[in-house]
Every structure is written in C-alpha cells, then in structure tokens.
C-alpha cells in the first residue's frame, strides 16, 4: 500500500528561490534512493475562512508563505529503506535535515488516488484536422 510523507513548512518569502534550489537537490537524492514521488507546493490562496488554514497551521510570520510537501513511497518499510539511504548520502541537503524538528509533519497510508486524464482524439478527415487547428491560435 502506498505510504506517504507530508510536511507543512514556513520560510521567509525571500528566500523561496533558495528553497527551489534546495527543494531539487533533495528531489534528486530522494528520488535516487528510490521514492516514488516528490512533491513541493509553494502556498498561493492562503486566506481561507471557517477551517483551519495552513497558514495558521504553519505559524506563519509577516512576510513569510507556506510550503506543502509530500514525498511517496511503496510502502512504510519502502520508506524506511529510502530514508535510511538518504540520510547516509553526502548530497542531503544539511539545512532540511536540521531544522525539519519543529515542522508539522506526518505520514499517512494512501487512500484514494484518482487522475483525470485528458483523452486526446485523432482527427478523422479534413473537417476535424480543421476544427482542431482553429482551437489552436
């Protein structure tokens, strides 16, 4: 069964093209050692009223946003085996690791995944290759 990682985190505003660069050496190791997937989300509608947004979550600051994380996995063992490996590789990222102490941060077993996938048709005759050439410009 899938098994995720998930992490909400607060960084200063200014220092989001920092993280990028961080955020994709440490894809690059994670992903090498064997997760599945990894995913970061930079925090965009974060006003939300009547439930409790990632920004109170986060314990966001002026001038800071939200980062939204999540790195997948085949299973928990998957996970600790990954993990494990990465820990030990001299390419992680030393200021992910040392700070990641206060962050909001679980893991979950997958429940349900569903993708929606755009069905691309092949034109059939001239009127149809026309019709799709016209949706273009």
Known sequence: MPYVDGFVIAIPARNLAAY????????????????LDYVECVGDDLAIKHVLP????????????????????????HRDTVNAR???????????????????????HHCLTRVRQERRLAPRGPVRARRQEAQVH
């Not at 990632?54 to 928990?76: D, H, N, P, Q």
């Open 86 to 108: 990465v820990m030990k590789d001299p390419r992680r990222n030393s200021p992910r690791s040392t700070s990641a102490a206060g962050w909001p941060r679980g893991t979950f």
């Open 20 to 35: 990028r660069r961080m955020s994709a050496r440490a894809c690059t190791v994670w992903r090498d050692h064997g997760a």
């Open 54 to 77: 990632f920004a109170r979550l986060a314990k966001l600051k002026r001038g800071e946003t939200v980062i939204f994380s999540w790195i997948l996995y085949r299973s928990r063992k």
